[in-house]
Nanobody, 126 residues
Framework: QVQLVESGGGLVQAGGSLSLSCAASGLTFSMYAMGWFRQAPGKEREFVTTINWSGGSTYYADSVKGRFTISRDNAKNTVALQMNSLKPEDTAVYYC???????????????????WGQGTQVTVSS
């Protein structure tokens, strides 16, 4: 079955950096766009960033643009999220998600992604 396993979360001070990784198995990785979403306590799960199947196109939420970078390695079935200049408002559980590259749904829509990881906690202290 499809599995997405995130790693790399933790506690960091404001202004610091963290790198998240997501390892995918049970799917043809290059057939999927990959995204990162996050959910803070009491809030809806929100779009952070996505990368198309080849890695040639990326999109970011305005709140993370210029600070976060998504990348993928199709040979290793992994997607990474480099987070720099972290802020306390970045504190959330971060989820990796996979959506078929042929989908016509908006890249920021949760419905576009059929597979989700279990999430990894990122806490940014002030």
């Amino acid at each position: 079955q499809v599995q997405l396993v995130e790693s790399g979360g933790g506690l960091v001070q404001a202004g610091g950096s963290l790198s998240l990784s997501c390892a995918a198995s049970g799917l043809t990785f290059s057939m999927y766009a990959m995204g990162w979403f996050r959910q803070a306590p009491g809030k809806e799960r929100e779009f952070v960033t996505t990368i198309n199947w080849s890695g040639g196109s990326t999109y970011y939420a305005d709140s993370v643009k210029g600070r976060f970078t998504i990348s993928r390695d199709n040979a290793k079935n992994t997607v990474a999220l480099q987070m720099n200049s972290l802020k306390p408002e970045d504190t959330a559980v971060y989820y990796c998600a996979a959506g078929l590259r042929s989908s016509r749904l908006d890249y920021a829509a949760r419905e576009r992604y059929g597979y989700w990881g279990q999430g990894t906690q990122v806490t940014v202290s002030s």
